[in-house]
Structure formats: structure tokens, C-alpha cells
């Protein structure tokens, strides 16, 4: 059994920052991808950063402006969102993936107002 708690959401203005925060319980392995996505009020969900031994991806909308990262010693993923736009407001989730599961928080909501 895998659990997700995210946490660092908020309301913030445009161009400020926020650090996201997700903690994983269970049984985790570093080499498994771990990740956020995000979905707009409206929308479907989407993409925002995965990170894999090291490995990082992100999405064409964030990148220059979000950093993932992972410390594998507390199971916990992080992701740094900095010159942040009202097109970034969402429900922030973590993903943790292993062979046949896919596992999800209960999501963040974050805000930027213009």
C-alpha cells in the first residue's frame, strides 16, 4: 500500500513562488518515477514534471520556471515553482508509478491571482 500527502499549496500573486511538497508511505523504490501533474478547474488533468533516477521531465509550459526533486532517503518529492502565472492555477497532484499501479495524493490547490 502506497499513500501520497501533499503539501504547500496556497494563493500566491503572479511571479511569485511556492514549493510543493509530497511524502510517500509504503513500499517505495528510488528507481520508480515519481511526479506532478495538475488540472485546471475545468480541464483535464495534465503533466507538469516527473523525475526518475535522476532523470527529470517537464512539461514545455513550465520549463525554465518549475524544478523537480526527490529525496530518495525521505520517500518525498518536491517541486519548486517559481515566476508563477494564473495559468498555473490547478489542483496540484504527486504520482508515484510501479509496474501495474499508478498511485495519486489527494492534491493541492494552488492560486495565482493577477
Known amino acids: 500500500q502506497v499513500q501520497l500527502v501533499e503539501s504547500g499549496g496556497g494563493l500566491v500573486q503572479a511571479g511569485g513562488s511556492l514549493r510543493l511538497s509530497c511524502a510517500a508511505s509504503?513500499?517505495?523504490?528510488?528507481?520508480?518515477?515519481m511526479g506532478w501533474y495538475r488540472q485546471p478547474s475545468g480541464k483535464q488533468r495534465e503533466l507538469v514534471a516527473t523525475i526518475t533516477s535522476g532523470r527529470t521531465n517537464y512539461a514545455d509550459s513550465v520549463k525554465g520556471r518549475f524544478t523537480i526533486s526527490r529525496d530518495n532517503a525521505k520517500n518525498t518529492v518536491y517541486l519548486q515553482m517559481n515566476s508563477l502565472k494564473p495559468e498555473d492555477t490547478a489542483v496540484y497532484y504527486c504520482?508515484?508509478?510501479?509496474?501495474?499501479?499508478?498511485?495519486w495524493g489527494q492534491g493541492t490547490q494552488v492560486t495565482v491571482s493577477s
Open positions: 504520482n508515484y508509478q510501479r509496474i501495474g499501479n499508478n498511485y
Open positions: 509504503g513500499t517505495i523504490f528510488s528507481m520508480n518515477p
